[in-house]
């Protein structure tokens, strides 16, 4: 599967240039400014009051934690493996940085057939593109450590037109309701880079067993990922949601979810070790999935009371994952799933799809009372609660359709030997892509222990 080469030196200049020119022309020709962002908006009174009704007033504070979650959270969350912490910062920086402006472009493209003209920018837009990248990040988890640089930038130009069509799909065609993104952040993120993973299958990682694992450190740095992740998805899942009593909402379902999360990984971790010790991967990772699994239902009437419920769920079926099914994955189906993001976003993502159904089955006039058809604009006597909640349920199929088809097909387009993927003993090293300044003595040895083992 891997090139010749693993040199950067033409492949990368040339396919960071090439993108970034043609990102530039089409935003040349096709962006324009949103009427909040445009001078003529912000001159048509003088008041004060005017600039505070401005969408950036209520929607940055929550974009920049988005924001610090794709950059900062996802970033360091991959740094676990004990020798690839440089391509798991890097390489997510590398990634997002693209994938935000493809999104940016993609996204607003399909909103224009709806609505005509230019492609319009403001903070909403960037939140939705984060939105985008988040979830080509997930993918990124699955085939962390195996892949080159390359192979990631072409992969996320594929996800990000397939998931922006399966958002428009799913939140403008069907009308059903996911703005935390169950479905259609990390159901189709996890589903999508499971089957490339699946495609790219290496019958021969054993070779580089040993580095795929962590070190004290790298758990620690992991950790700091997990920190920010957890502490911010409560603005996650509310980013987009309506002002007021819908955005509090959302931000306090997942807030108790994630909490009562925490203490199921926790149990379970320990339940299912033999010596009764806790797991780092379980709570750098479980400890996530109630955001995830409320990211559907969170700004319904699900109550705290539920909200607990589901995040207990999504603990315990995420450690569980951890500890049978990424096992079983590997050695029957051989998924080589690096994250575990079937674990955490997978699962946990087609849980918080059920879980909006349900809950969208069940809303009524008097749980919700005038705030009906805000949450369920299409809820009407001619189209009730169980239409959409039918809605809700055949997104779930449209995303896994589409993630799992679509994860196959840029598989096959990643084995092409042009990339300059690593071998199966390079997998996992840093060295490989990165000038590495380690301690000479024992850089080398491990160098040529990589050497000997690939010969």
């Known amino acids: 599967m891997a090139g010749a080469s693993t040199s950067m030196r033409l492949r990368l200049p040339i396919a960071c240039i090439a993108l970034e020119v043609i990102l530039i022309i089409l935003f040349g020709v096709a962006v324009e400014y949103d009427h909040d962002v445009s001078g003529e908006a912000g001159h048509k009174t003088n008041t004060t009051h005017h600039d505070y009704e401005n969408e950036f007033y209520y929607r940055y504070p929550s974009f920049q934690d988005v924001h610090v979650m794709i950059f900062i959270g996802f970033g360091f969350l991959m740094t676990f493996l004990q020798r690839y912490g440089f391509s798991s910062v890097g390489f997510n920086f590398l990634i997002a940085a693209f994938s935000l402006q493809l999104a940016t472009l993609v996204q607003g493209f399909l909103h224009t057939i709806m609505t005509g003209g230019k492609i319009h920018v403001g903070v909403e837009s960037m939140i939705n593109a984060d939105f985008c990248t988040g979830s080509v990040l997930i993918s990124f988890g699955a085939v962390l450590g195996k892949t080159s640089p390359v ?149 319904m009437m699900i109550t705290p009371f539920g909200s607990m419920i589901v995040g207990f769920l999504a603990g315990a079926i995420s450690v569980l994952g951890y500890r049978f099914i990424t096992p079983f994955l590997e050695s029957k189906l051989k998924i080589q799933d690096t994250c575990g993001v079937h674990n955490l ?60 088809i679509g994860g196959i097909i840029v598989g096959f387009i990643l084995k092409l030997p042009i990339y300059g993927a690593p071998s199966d003993s390079q997998c996992f090293e840093d060295g490989v892509y990165w000038e590495v300044y380690l301690p000479n003595a024992y850089y080398i040895g491990m160098l040529h222990r990589s050497e000997r083992s690939e010969a």
Not at 240 to 248: A, E, F, N, P, S
Not at 356 to 381: D, R, W
Request: contains cysteine.
């Open 151 to 299: 192979q990631m930038l072409t992969m996320a130009v594929f996800e990000v037109i397939l998931f922006s069509v399966n958002e428009f799909i799913l939140l403008s065609l069907l009308n059903a309701k996911d703005a935390g993104g169950s479905m259609t952040i990390h159901t189709f993120g996890a589903y999508f880079g499971l089957m490339v993973t699946r495609v790219l299958y290496r019958p021969n990682l054993d070779k580089s067993n040993k580095k795929n694992s962590s070190v004290y450190h790298s758990d620690i740095f992991a950790m700091i990922g997990t920190l920010y992740l957890w502490m911010f998805w409560p603005s996650f899942n509310s980013a987009i949601t309506l002002h007021g009593d819908i955005q509090h909402r959302t931000a306090l379902n997942t807030y108790y979810s994630l909490a009562a999360c925490t203490l199921s990984t926790y149990a379970f971790s320990a339940l299912l070790n033999h010596e009764g010790k806790l797991d780092m991967v379980h709570i750098q990772n479980a400890a996530l999935a109630g955001g995830v699994a409320l990211g559907t239902a969170a700004e």
């Open 345 to 404: 976003h997978g699962m946990p993502g087609i849980l918080g799809a059920i879980v909006g159904a349900i809950t969208s089955l069940a809303a009524t006039k008097e749980h919700y009372g005038n705030g009906l058809t805000a949450v369920f604009p299409k809820i009407t006597s001619d189209f009730p609660a169980s239409a959409q909640a039918g809605m809700q349920a055949i997104s779930l199929v449209v995303t896994l359709g589409i993630a799992l």
